[in-house]
């Protein structure tokens, strides 16, 4: 039968290898009681559970979980590393990193640490750190004195590891080789990608090396191939908008686009619509760079610059391949915005991002790249923009009474409750804990289309679009009367400008 097992206390130092527990089913955890259990998958042989029972070297009762929830913590269990330790070894054993190139293989498994070189053991006890964590990127920064390596969670940069400078052409060597890249060229960037397990996660690591004034800046972004996303009604849209944006995914043919700076979230919304129409009656086809995620049902395409494999050239290609829907990662040059403009004309579904500030810019924008205002006006159904903000920590936020100054940057009445982070272990002393999405839509209607074709500013298209929707900033306010984030939080990286009081 199964059982609950707490799986945020392992144990410091393990009785069973990682190599036993991966090959047998079988690990050492603390049950919910707080006593040691044998937590074992379904199909765990007798054998096994004896000889771990004798390893363990004391009564244990045995506790059967589901596959997914020992995956979970078999990595768990095995992914603790003490950062500092690692680093002054790697201090002490410096290596030709060279030589390991030709024998790497291309998929390695961080927690079978057969390989104990003290470099590895600091790159992997770094991954190891960065996943747990939930870190989206990992930045190694070289300066005169120190390295630098920083972890970027729930979009801020956090420093974890100050290491001497001494080390940083040892371990950018090193990832380098992991990622196939030429370690004896460090006058040029450089990309490139590394595959690798923790327990029975499969990780994608992307590379990036940048040279600068005291060696190469390092940047990997981690990406876990099996992640599923997150379906429409798990982004943070309120009800009605939600019910706009579906309407408009039910249409059959226009462009859908998303707009944002890096990193707000842009991706994982079309991978949420995505998945929403990928329902085995279409022919849904993408063009990424890269793709980040695998969805099953769906066709996705690389964009490869080297083999002239572009944007425009996917796209291109992909509308001879009888697509319902075609989804662009990116609209960068105005080749791919025509094609984009005639796949809509045409009677294609046409979902893409544009790097713009707001969700009328990208009008602008695509006037900018050439598009006819007339071609706009009749294929472009609905403009999202969005932004990610840092949630508050639900077991340590404080409410508190904002000054009225505070209730004007955001416009709210004066009096309104607003929240606070404070910090507690569960969020690391942080005060946050995951992220919110904020955002504003456009949708296209008979008066928008006119003001398009007739070449209308910004201004005059954003007072009438947003007459009776939210802007981005009062989609923040809500946030921050819902206690979910705090007012700091918002006008980060919403506009700080005045609106009618809420």
């Known amino acids: ?23 047998h089913g079988i690990v050492v955890a603390e049950g919910a009681s707080g006593i040691p259990v044998l937590a074992h998958r379904p199909g765990a042989a007798r054998e096994a559970l004896l000889e771990a029972r004798r390893a363990f070297g004391a009564p244990i009762r045995p506790e059967q979980m589901s596959a997914d929830a020992f995956s979970n913590l078999v990595a768990k269990t095995y992914s603790q590393s003490d950062l500092t330790s690692s680093a002054d070894a790697a201090i002490g054993d410096p290596q030709d990193l060279s030589q390991l190139a030709s024998g790497l293989p291309k998929t390695s498994d961080l927690l079978d640490d057969a390989d104990d070189a003290p470099v590895i053991r600091l790159i992997n006890g770094i991954l190891q750190e960065a996943i747990r964590s939930r870190a989206s990127d990992i930045h190694v920064e070289p300066y005169e004195e120190r390295l630098s390596v920083r972890f970027r969670i729930d979009g801020t940069l956090t420093e974890k590891l100050s290491l001497p400078a001494r080390l940083a052409p040892v371990l950018v060597s090193r990832v380098k080789v992991m990622a196939r890249l030429d370690i004896a060229n460090k006058r040029i960037p450089q990309d490139g990608r590394f595959s690798l397990n923790l327990g029975e996660r499969q990780i994608d690591v992307r590379v990036s090396t940048l040279p600068a004034r005291h060696g190469e800046r390092l940047v990997m972004r981690i990406l876990e191939k099996d992640s599923q996303g997150i379906g ?8 009605a908008m939600l019910t706009d944006f579906q309407s408009m995914l039910a249409r059959p043919n226009g462009i859908i686009l998303v707009t944002g700076p890096t990193g707000s979230g842009k991706t994982t919304t079309l ?28 066709g996705q395409t690389q964009v490869n610059d080297k083999v002239g494999m572009s944007f425009a050239a996917g796209l291109r290609a992909i509308l001879r391949q009888d697509p319902d829907v075609v989804m662009v990662g990116e609209i960068r040059d105005p080749e791919t915005a025509e094609i984009a403009v005639q796949a809509a004309l045409t009677g294609h579904l ?54 009225p100054s505070e209730c004007a940057e955001l416009g709210v009445k004066a009096g309104a409750t607003f929240h606070k982070p404070v910090g507690c272990m569960q969020c690391q002393n942080i005060g946050y804990q995951g992220r919110l999405g904020l955002y504003e839509m456009v949708i296209n209607d008979d008066t928008l289309r006119q003001m398009i074709h007739d ?12 007459a009776n929707r939210h802007t981005l900033l009062q989609s923040g306010a809500d946030a921050v009367l819902e206690g979910a984030t705090s007012s700091e939080e918002v006008l980060r990286v919403c506009s700080a400008k005045t609106t009618d009081a809420i």
């Open 1 to 23: 039968m199964d059982t609950e097992i707490a799986p945020d206390l392992p144990p410091a130092s393990p009785p069973l290898s990682y190599a036993f527990a991966r090959m």
């Open 232 to 239: 429409l009604s798990e982004l943070g849209m309120d009800a």
């Open 271 to 298: 991978y949420g619509a995505l998945s929403t129409l990928n329902d085995g009656t279409r022919n849904v086809l993408t063009v990424e760079d890269p793709v980040e995620y695998a969805l099953d049902g769906i």
């Open 350 to 403: 046409v979902l893409s991002t544009v790097h713009t500030n707001s969700a009328v810019a990208a009008i602008a924008r695509l006037r900018d790249m050439g598009v006819e205002p007339f071609l706009l006006s009749s294929t472009v159904t609905a403009l999202v923009a969005q932004r990610l903000v840092r949630r508050l920590c639900d077991h340590c936020k404080t409410p508190y009474t904002p000054t």
């Open 455 to 466: 070449g209308a500013s910004d201004t005059d298209m954003s007072a009438y679009a947003f």
